[in-house]
């Protein structure tokens, strides 16, 4: 690879590890399958790099990122348990106190209510549909547009926004379902 090529690299997709990592950490339910991920993705993404026109590089490495896991998933687990419904405690916990749910509380009860909500939360996302599950991640922890989710899961405009409309329906009657 080309010096060119390397300082690409350092400007569009190492800013946007993080990011990645938080996606390939909700498609494959665990931290170390998640760098395993990411790992591969970069590589991938290195390789990529000299051929990316001018856009969007935050959508690029995402859908990188989406591709790889699908392709990671499709290896090394058997269908019937591609999403687990129930993340290990080490990762509850880093899910947890990575969210926006979790700003610090000022006594231990409200410690103790938001630490209750975000794992709630976490829950009703972990038992949506794969596709609902997706474009919610995208959208709301990520932060992309209707259109740069269109482009990472490569469905069009109108699917996006039927998907989060019914991923935040599904989320509305279980966190009501339990009480809220």
């Known amino acids: 690879m080309t010096t060119l090529a390397r300082a690409r690299f350092s400007q569009l997709v190492l800013p946007r590890l993080d990011e990645g990592y938080r996606l390939a950490h909700w498609l494959t339910g665990n931290a170390t399958d998640a760098e395993d991920v990411m790992q591969e993705a970069c590589l ?12 969007n590089a ?50 231990p009860e409200a410690a103790l209510i938001a630490r209750d909500d975000a794992g709630q939360l976490a829950r009703a996302v972990e038992a949506l549909p794969v596709a609902f599950r ?10 992309l547009s209707y259109r740069e989710i269109a482009a990472v ?11 989060l409309g019914r991923a935040r329906q599904h989320l509305l009657i279980r966190l009501a379902g339990d009480g809220r």
């Not at 899961?153 to 998907?163: A, I």
């Open 44 to 55: 991938r993404a290195y390789r990529a790099i000299e051929g990316f026109a001018e856009g």
């Open 58 to 107: 935050r959508a690029w490495f995402l859908t990188i990122v989406r591709n790889t896991g699908y392709s990671w998933l499709q290896r090394h687990r058997p269908r019937a348990v591609i999403f687990a419904e129930d993340l290990a405690p080490e990762a509850r916990a880093a899910l947890e106190s990575g969210s926006a749910l979790a700003e610090a509380p000022v006594t």
């Open 134 to 143: 997706e474009t919610l991640v995208l959208r709301e922890y990520h932060g």
């Open 153 to 163: 899961t490569g469905v069009p405009v109108g699917t996006v926004m039927s998907r």
